[in-house]
T-cell receptor
Framework: DAGVIQSPRHEVTEMGQEVTLRCKPI?????LFWYRQTMMRGLELLIY????????DSGMPEDRFSAKMPNASFSTLKIQPSEPRDSAVYFC?????????????FGPGTRLTVT | AQSVTQLDSQVPVFEEAPVELRCNYS??????LFWYVQYPNQGLQLLLK??????LVESINGFEAEFNKSQTSFHLRKPSVHISDTAEYFC?????????????FGQGTRLTINP
């Protein structure tokens, strides 16, 4: 398996622009997580899905952030409008529930820079 | 809600020396505990985990961690480190039950190995 795939790997955009980050989880995994990593705040869980349904979005910073999972093999995280404080590395992770392993597999991340 | 404290943000050690990375957690219910490792410019990878049973758990590359319920700790140790262990290490906790898939991470400890 190719692992969790994220695109793009790097994104540079100007303040006010819309940004869309993409994630393809490992085939067969039924949980998908979006995290944000910054020096100041560390690794924060933004939202997670189970079987394409959002379960907990309490970590989403504000209404400018939205996430969707239209099917089991694709998810997006959108920021509209973007702000410089959104600059961070965004990770997607997936896991297989029901087997009691609880291991999350992380993608390589998208480094977002908002100028 | 659960929380994790990693007491050291940076730990420098010499090659072949022992190391301990400290992790304490807070939770009102039973927990699962994890250590993840992040190499430069990569996503996180699971190093080891405690779910139940023996309180001492080991990884394939020589790390071990011991779950101490009374001290609410899950410290990571290795008797002899290598240059290749240079990375950032994250302790994480999840609470048993419906939200067991949701991880809360510590701030991370940057392990630097000097020759």
């Amino acid at each position: 398996d190719a692992g969790v795939i994220q695109s793009p790997r790097h994104e540079v955009t100007e303040m006010g622009q819309e940004v869309t980050l993409r994630c393809k989880p490992i085939s067969g995994h039924d949980y998908l997580f979006w995290y944000r990593q910054t020096m100041m705040r560390g690794l924060e869980l933004l939202i997670y899905f189970n079987n394409n349904v959002p379960i907990d979005d309490s970590g989403m910073p504000e209404d400018r952030f939205s996430a969707k999972m239209p099917n089991a093999s694709f998810s997006t995280l959108k920021i509209q409008p973007s702000e410089p404080r959104d600059s961070a590395v965004y990770f997607c992770a997936s896991s297989l529930g029901g087997h009691g392993t609880y291991e999350q597999y992380f993608g390589p991340g998208t480094r977002l820079t908002v100028t | 809600a659960q929380s994790v404290t990693q007491l050291d943000s940076q730990v420098p050690v010499f090659e072949e020396a022992p190391v301990e990375l400290r992790c304490n957690y807070s939770s009102s219910v039973s927990v699962y505990l994890f250590w993840y490792v992040q190499y430069p410019n990569q996503g996180l990878q699971l190093l080891l985990k405690y779910l139940s049973g023996s309180t001492l758990v080991e990884s394939i590359n020589g790390f071990e961690a011991e779950f101490n319920k009374s001290q609410t700790s899950f410290h990571l140790r290795k008797p002899s480190v290598h240059i290749s262990d240079t990375a950032e290490y994250f302790c994480a906790v999840s609470e048993l039950g419906q939200g067991a898939q949701k991880l809360v991470f510590g701030q991370g400890t940057r392990l630097t190995i000097n020759p």
